[in-house]
């Protein structure tokens, strides 16, 4: 067979005298002067619109600077709380009635041998977290064998000493302006002075649920909460959503009705999330009686928020795959749907992935429709289950940001930290997914 | 006779000048595939204007004419890879051992693992070279156990002419072969479900000469076992790999015949003008 591959290449080779052009010299217009001023102009402009493009980068970059940098400095203190360090005798008695308040105040009252007076023992009292006693209680209940011993213990600090640690109280203001009291400051000092106040990690903020103080407040309940709506949003959208772009893109007839359809879904894309809310609310809430506040109906209607998203992601994704590939699958005798499911959508996953997780995204910073559905009430526990009364983590940075205590205003700008923290997680997962997925044709 | 005087005659360039008597007229042979009548429609517009063809066994058919005349088009009919395309309207009959293929008792799927198809451009899937093959046979259940498979994976390979190129490298992905190395990739994938008929879409218009060379030979080598439909716009590979040759122009068949029949003695004018490059 080598003598057909020699006069192949002969057949294709082109003859020498075809490839010969003409070889005339002809005056050339591109080297006249003129050309070179607009040669000139042309590199002008470019440089102008490279220094434009940077200039735009450099302004959000510069924004995002700020903004976070704002957010940084006023919630990073948030991390770390103030504790007090008390010498604890537990009195059976006393643990018996589960009175412990008495058992702290007596510790404290007994480092400032010089307060006597009961104004002066309350100001003493009010040093601590009203949740300090709560903290003894859980101590003791871990390990009963403490009972009638004296043993050293760190208890929370009340939210303002807290506060006045971490310098947020300007002393040089009077005291009528200042919102703390002289005397506190000064047995806060005295404590600073001995090290018996001093600031710890701060793990309520992660744990606990939502409070009225500042100190015992945390987002672990709009954590829980943000993870089980999610859940339900995820095992809803992402399979509807899917098989909804499959069969728009693979399978369904192209005619005046799956216009309709796409026309719908790319508006529905475009509606105001507050107004899922509200048909959370006549729907699911009214018509079908579920629970309020609850991560599931939050879940439904993150659902049909999302699945729009996801829908035209997927379809965009689906789009992409070369038809070469459907044409090999289905040349060899495949069926659509193995078509489908063995080619078509392992190569469109990574976009699909993306789509999704950006979908997710935009679900967990979501506050509007929430609010419709009552997941903006005050919840102390932790929710447990899907029905359990719960809030997400935007509605409770929300609610923060309407607390007047100074604690709070820090406390919602970790919040905003751990909220952008899970985002990017998110994000990052996105675009690993997509590394792990991507596969050459 | 106007062929002297362009182009040299293809007939020249065939790999062997052998006169064997299989060769001579395959006109009386029994017909694979025939198709009568058929007209092709992409929404209103027409494509094929009532084609008429026999497909013999064990023989290849070239299908030549210029771009847009509608041979791709035909050969898409053949095993119904029209159906994907929106808007496409398919009249008259199309028989494979006389039986309608778009009758209500044949099933695309079906068909499909009868009547394997090769694209223009190599296609292979990005998997491995090895799942490449074995994935017509795993989805229509023809081979069971692994070394069966194997067995499958390797006579398709051997017979493709790729058997020696990627036996060490099977789990590499078939899209790190050279564009020849995947063209015969994707034959030996249509070969892996042992098809009775082969339609090859241009296999080699995006090949070098040399792997083109490779294919064309391959295609005289499959012969022997399965009945071959290629689309060329190549005229000396017409001549070169086919038995019978139809002459398609805007939408119709205006001849067919046996190949040295077309390039040496054309009865139509237009086919006439068109091997010898008068236009096309």
Redesign the interface.
Same mark, same amino acid.
């Given at each position: 067979m080598t003598d057909l591959v020699e006069q192949d290449v002969s057949a294709v080779t082109p003859s020498p005298a075809s490839s010969s052009g003409s070889n005339t010299p002809v005056k050339s217009r591109v080297r006249s002067e003129a050309f070179a001023r607009r040669l000139r102009a042309r590199h002008v402009a470019e440089r102008r619109f490279r220094l434009a493009g940077a200039a735009a980068v450099a302004l959000a970059a510069l924004m995002l600077v700020v903004l976070l940098g704002s957010i940084v400095a006023k919630g990073s203190t948030a991390f770390w709380e103030a504790r007090i360090r008390l010498e604890v005798t537990l009195d059976p008695a006393e643990v018996a009635e589960r009175n412990y308040a008495p058992i702290l105040r007596r510790a404290l009252h007994a480092q400032f041998p010089q307060v006597t007076d009961r104004a002066g023992k309350r100001v003493l009292n009010d040093l601590l977290s009203s949740g300090a006693p709560y903290e003894l209680e859980a101590m003791v209940a871990k390990n009963p064998a403490l009972v009638g011993t004296t043993l050293t213990v760190w208890v929370r600090a009340d939210d303002e000493i807290d506060q006045l640690v971490k310098g947020r109280y300007r002393r040089d203001l009077p005291e009528s302006e200042r919102g703390l009291s002289d005397a506190k400051i000064a047995a806060a000092d005295a404590l600073l002075a001995s090290g018996a106040l001093a600031q710890g990690f701060n793990t309520t903020l992660f744990t606990a649920g939502d409070s009225r103080e500042p100190e015992q407040a945390g987002i672990g309940g709009a954590i829980v909460g943000s993870l089980l709506t999610l859940l339900v949003t995820m095992a809803l959208s992402v399979p509807v959503g899917i098989s909804a772009a499959v069969y728009l893109e693979e399978f369904a007839p192209k005619n005046r009705w799956t216009d309709l359809i796409e026309v719908n879904i790319n508006n529905l894309a475009a509606v105001p999330s507050i107004i899922f809310g509200l048909l959370g609310l006549a729907v699911f809430l009214g018509f079908f009686g579920m629970p309020r506040s609850a991560p599931l109906v939050g879940g439904l209607v993150m659902a049909l928020m999302t699945l729009p998203v996801i829908i035209i992601s997927a379809r965009v994704a689906l789009k992409a795959v070369p038809p070469s590939i459907r044409e090999a699958a289905l040349g060899i005798g495949a069926s659509p749907l193995q078509t489908v499911l063995h080619h078509v959508l392992p190569l469109a996953m990574p976009g699909i992935l993306t789509g999704t997780i950006i979908g997710m995204a935009r679900a967990l910073g979501e506050t509007a429709p929430l609010l419709m559905i009552g997941m903006v009430a005050f919840i102390v526990d932790v929710p447990h289950g899907l029905t359990d009364s719960a809030t997400v983590l935007p509605v409770q940075i929300y609610m923060w940001a309407d607390s007047p205590e100074r604690a709070f205003t820090e406390r919602t700008s970790a919040a905003i930290l751990i909220l952008l923290g899970v985002l990017i997680l998110l994000n990052g997962t996105a675009v690993i997914l997509r590394k792990i997925f991507e596969r050459r044709w | 006779m106007s062929i002297t005087s362009g182009i040299p005659s293809p007939l020249k360039?065939r %790999?062997r000048g052998d006169g064997r008597a299989e060769q001579r007229s395959s006109a009386d042979l029994p017909a694979k595939m025939t198709a009568r009548g058929v007209k092709v429609f992409y929404c209103a517009k027409q494509a094929l204007k009532g084609i008429d063809l026999d497909i013999h066994e064990n023989r290849v058919l070239a299908l030549i004419g210029p771009s847009g005349c509608g041979k791709s088009t035909f050969l898409r009919c053949l /095993?119904r @890879?029209n159906d994907?395309v929106?808007g496409c309207r398919v009249e008259g009959r199309i028989a494979l051992d006389g039986e309608d293929v778009y009758g209500k008792a044949v099933d695309a799927? !079906?068909?499909?693992?009868r009547v394997? @198809?090769?694209?223009q451009?190599p /296609? %292979?899937? %990005?998997k491995s070279i090895y799942d490449n093959i074995a994935?017509?046979p795993r989805?229509?259940g023809l081979a069971s156990g692994r070394d069966e498979l194997d067995e499958v994976v390797q006579t398709s390979l051997k017979r493709a002419g790729l058997w020696g190129e990627v036996k060490d490298r099977l789990r590499e992905?078939g899209?790190s072969l050279s564009g020849g190395q995947q063209q015969r990739l994707?034959i030996a994938?249509?070969i892996?479900?042992s098809p009775e008929v082969i339609l090859m879409d241009e296999p080699c218009s995006a090949l070098d000469?040399?792997a083109?060379?490779h294919i064309?030979?391959l295609i005289d080598e499959l012969r022997a076992n399965y009945t071959i439909v290629i689309v060329t716009h190549n005229m !000396?590979q017409a001549a070169?790999v086919s038995q019978r040759t139809a002459f398609f122009h805007l939408g119709e068949m205006v001849e067919c015949d046996d190949t040295e029949e077309i390039f040496t003695n054309p009865r139509d004018e237009r086919t006439q003008g068109y091997i010898t490059g008068r236009y096309g």
């Open positions: - | 360039l %790999p /095993n @890879m994907t929106e799927v !079906q068909l499909r693992a394997g @198809m090769v694209f451009k /296609n %292979p899937f %990005p994935y017509g989805i229509h992905p899209t994707c994938r249509a892996a479900v000469p040399i083109t060379a064309e030979e !000396q070169r």
